[in-house]
C-alpha cells in the first residue's frame, strides 16, 4: 500500500505548484531513482495521535520527491533501543515498549544505504521523527551518525513532535552543533504546524 493512500479523501493544504517552492534547483546527478527513507521512535512514549503527526509529514516529503523523480522507493525504520527496517503497516501502526537509542535508526538507515542504495545512483531522502528524547548516553554517537547521514544523503531531516511535558534539552537541541548544509530540524505540536514545517524542509532541499 502506497503512503497516504487513504489521504485521497481528506484534502490536504497543497497544490503540485506548492511543491515547486518557486524555483527547485535541478539534481545535478543524471538519474531518475530516489529513496525516501522514513525514521521513527516507536517506543512507548510515542502515542498514535504523534503518529498521525509523523505520517502526515512523511506523506509530503513522498509527494515532493515523487514529483522530482521517476522511480521512487520507500524504506521504512522503526527503533526503540534497537532497530529494523518494517512494512508501512508496522511503521505507523505497532508500537513498542521500552527507551531510545536514536542511534539505532541513523545505524540501520547507513546500513540501507549501503547495502541498496548507493549515493552514487541514488538520491537519498531520509527524515525522522521522534519526541526528542533519547538516553543520555547515546546522544553523542546519535549525533556523530546523524553527520554520517548527512554525507550520503542529499537531504536529512529531524523532526521533533513534542510531548506534553518537555525536558530541559531534546534532540533538537542537541543536533544544533551538526552545521551541514543539508541537514534540518523542524517541530510539530499539532496538524496545523505540519505544513510550515515542511515548507522549513523545501527551503533546505532547493540549495
Known sequence: RELGQEW???????R???????RVKPDLRP????VVICMMDN???????????????????????RYRYINVE?????????????NEEEFFHKGESGGTFISSAYDKALEVISERYSPEIWNVYA???????????DTPRAIALAGELCSQCNLFGYGEIKS???ADTTMAD???????ENFVTVSIDAKEDIWPAFKKLLKIAEK
Open 74 to 86: 520507500l524504506v521504512f525504520i522503526s527503533h526503540t533501543t534497537t532497530a529494523k527496517e518494517v
Open 127 to 137: 527524515f525522522h521523527c521522534s519526541d526528542g528524547d533519547n538516553w543520555v548516553q
Open 43 to 65: 517506543s512507548g512514549s510515542m502515542y498514535q495521535s504523534k503518529k498521525f503527526l509523523a505520517r502526515s509529514f512523511f506523506f509530503l516529503l513522498y509527494q515532493f520527491v
Open 8 to 14: 485521497e479523501q481528506e484534502r490536504f493544504p497543497f
Open 174 to 180: 542537541e543536533f544544533e552543533v551538526i552545521k551541514a
Open 16 to 22: 503540485e505548484e506548492d511543491l515547486r517552492y518557486q
Open 31 to 34: 538519474q531518475s531513482n530516489a
Open 164 to 166: 506534553t511535558w518537555r
